[in-house]
């Protein structure tokens, strides 16, 4: 049998901003309860239908509960990604709004 040790991983995350450029055919289908936290659970990148190839087709899943699927799906031809703190070593896969250190909903940070 094998054994687990708490702890045993570590992980290096930080903050990141992704900025999709040229978004076309943008569809969301999501089903949240009042105040329930949006947290994306799988990024997938596949060619698009374009026949000259000049998108790739994104789907964002988010965590949701059985049978209450949520997702966002777009064209879209790149992206750009920007951290906004320096990375941190850690236990866990996810980062809590203090570690966030002071990025807004709209993408800007704060200089507090």
């Known amino acids: 049998m094998a054994s687990y040790k708490l702890g045993a991983y570590k992980f290096s995350i930080a903050p990141a901003l992704l900025r999709f450029q040229s978004v076309d055919k943008l569809t969301i289908?999501?089903?949240l309860?009042?105040?329930e936290?949006?947290?994306?659970?799988?990024?997938?990148?596949?060619?698009?239908?374009?026949?000259?190839?000049?998108?790739y087709h994104w789907t964002i899943k988010?965590?949701?509960?059985?049978?209450?699927e949520s997702y966002i799906e777009f064209n879209a031809p790149a992206f750009s990604q920007v951290?906004?703190?320096?990375?941190i070593l850690t236990n866990r896969q996810n980062l809590s709004?203090?570690?966030?250190?002071?990025v807004r909903p709209e993408g800007r940070l704060d200089n507090t």
């Not at 936290?37 to 998108?55: G, K, L, V, W």
């Not at 988010?62 to 209450?68: D, W």
């Not at 951290?83 to 990375?87: D, F, G, I």
């Open 97 to 102: 709004m203090a570690e966030r250190k002071g």
């Open 83 to 87: 951290l906004t703190s320096q990375p």
């Open 62 to 68: 988010l965590h949701s509960y059985f049978g209450r």
């Open 33 to 35: 309860d009042y105040k």
């Open 37 to 55: 936290a949006m947290q994306i659970s799988e990024i997938t990148r596949s060619r698009s239908n374009d026949p000259n190839f000049t998108n």
């Open 29 to 31: 289908h999501m089903l």
